[in-house]
Structures are given as structure tokens and as C-alpha cells.
């Protein structure tokens, strides 16, 4: 009963530093999607994949690059860190059906620092 | 502008009680809204989904309802537990357009 399986859980780095953050999901789900949680803000969209081969753009996708590696895995980089990058990233993934009609299953997120 | 909007922000009550907490959404058009509850330090579990047709809902101790006419939904919690401290999260999906729409969470303390 894996689910969403987000690595590494914590992690800090220094301005200008590039890291991978990984994702896998065992659902057999087609759609993932990356996000990012500040204090008082909700759940951003980052970047996500309809579908494996395919990855499109969400609201806030400056500074990040994601690869659909297959059905199962979902990465998201940061090529050069900088300290407005510092936030909680959740890993979702979710059945075919649209967006909203399929429930979106979360990892437990990484929190990231950037100093 | 924020499409979703929930109320109170955060919350006491002690153990026992019930609570309501509240989402006013803009999105249109609406096609449904869902609840998801977050543990602190975990990610969001949803609770339930409300489509238009539907007015209330209820998932163990959960019950949701919404009015599809004023955009507006609520999630009752009854006799609450400790277990039910964490922030509660209405989302709301655009019919047609792949997207949706996040609250920014109603944060519940449940105390003994």
C-alpha cells in the first residue's frame, strides 16, 4: 500500500545549488502532478503530466523542469535554487475521469530549504 | 484573486464538539468540489466530492452539503477527536478546463 512515494523527505541546500526531487506512484495512475505548499497559501501547481510522454506547465513553473521517466515516476528539478524556492513539494497522482472527478492521491512531501 | 475562499482560518474546540467549516467559491463553470483533510506533516487524504446534484454527503462523522446556487459548501465535523486536528482543504474543479481551484485550508485544533 505504497501509493505516492516522494524522496527525499528533507533537504537543504545553498543558493545557485541544483537537486532532483523524485516521485513514484504503484496506482497504475496516468496523470501526475507536482505542487508547492507555503505558509498561508494553498497548493500551488507547479508542473504536470496527463499522461506519460507528456508534461505541461501549471501556475508557478519558473524555476523548475519536470520529467514524466515513465508511467510510474515523476521528477521535478531545480537547475540553480534560490531562497523563494524554499517550500514543502507534494507529489500527486490520479485515475483517468478529468481533474477534478478522480480523487488526487498525495505523497508526504519533501521540505526543502534554501539558504 | 482566489477563487476559493474558506472560513474560519483556524479553530479551537474542545473534544466531543461539533464544528462546520466553510468554502465560498467563484469557479464557473462549476463542475464539483472535494474535501481533503491534511495531517500535519503529511499530504492531503480526500474526505468526499460534491457534485452539482448533490446537496449533502456524509463520510463517517464528515458531512459535507453544498449549494450549487450561492457557490457555497460546508464540511461538519460531529463529535470531533483529537485525530480530527489538521487542515481541511476545499478544492474546486472548472468544468472543461483542467485545472483546480485550492482553499487555503481551515486549520482545526482539537484539545481534551
Known amino acids: 500500500n505504497a501509493g505516492v512515494t516522494q524522496t527525499p523527505k528533507f533537504q537543504v541546500l545553498k543558493t545557485g545549488q541544483s537537486m532532483t526531487l523524485q516521485c513514484a506512484q504503484d496506482m497504475n495512475h496516468n496523470s501526475m502532478y507536482w505542487y508547492r505548499q507555503d505558509p498561508g497559501m494553498g497548493l500551488r501547481l507547479i508542473y504536470y503530466?496527463?499522461?506519460?510522454?507528456?508534461?505541461d506547465k501549471g501556475e508557478v513553473p519558473n524555476g523548475y523542469n519536470v520529467s514524466r521517466l515513465n508511467k510510474r515516476e515523476f521528477s521535478l528539478r531545480l537547475e540553480s535554487a534560490a531562497p523563494s524556492q524554499t517550500s514543502v513539494y507534494f507529489c500527486a497522482s490520479s485515475g483517468t475521469g478529468g481533474w477534478g472527478n478522480q480523487p488526487q492521491h498525495f505523497g508526504d512531501g519533501t521540505r526543502l530549504s534554501i539558504l | 484573486k482566489n477563487q476559493v475562499e474558506q472560513s474560519p482560518q483556524s479553530l479551537i474546540i474542545l473534544e466531543g464538539k461539533n464544528c462546520t467549516l466553510q468554502c465560498n467559491y467563484t469557479v464557473s463553470p462549476f463542475s464539483n468540489l472535494r474535501w481533503y483533510k491534511q495531517d500535519t506533516g503529511r499530504g492531503p487524504v480526500s474526505l468526499t466530492i460534491m457534485t452539482f446534484s448533490e446537496n449533502t454527503k456524509s463520510n463517517g462523522r464528515y458531512t459535507a452539503t453544498l449549494d450549487a446556487d450561492t457557490k457555497q459548501s460546508s464540511l461538519h465535523i460531529t463529535a470531533s477527536q483529537l485525530s480530527d486536528s489538521a487542515s481541511y482543504i476545499c478544492v474546486v474543479s472548472q468544468r472543461g478546463n483542467n485545472r483546480l481551484a485550492f482553499g487555503k485550508g481551515n486549520q482545526v485544533v482539537v484539545i481534551p
Open positions: 503530466s496527463a499522461s506519460e510522454g507528456t508534461t
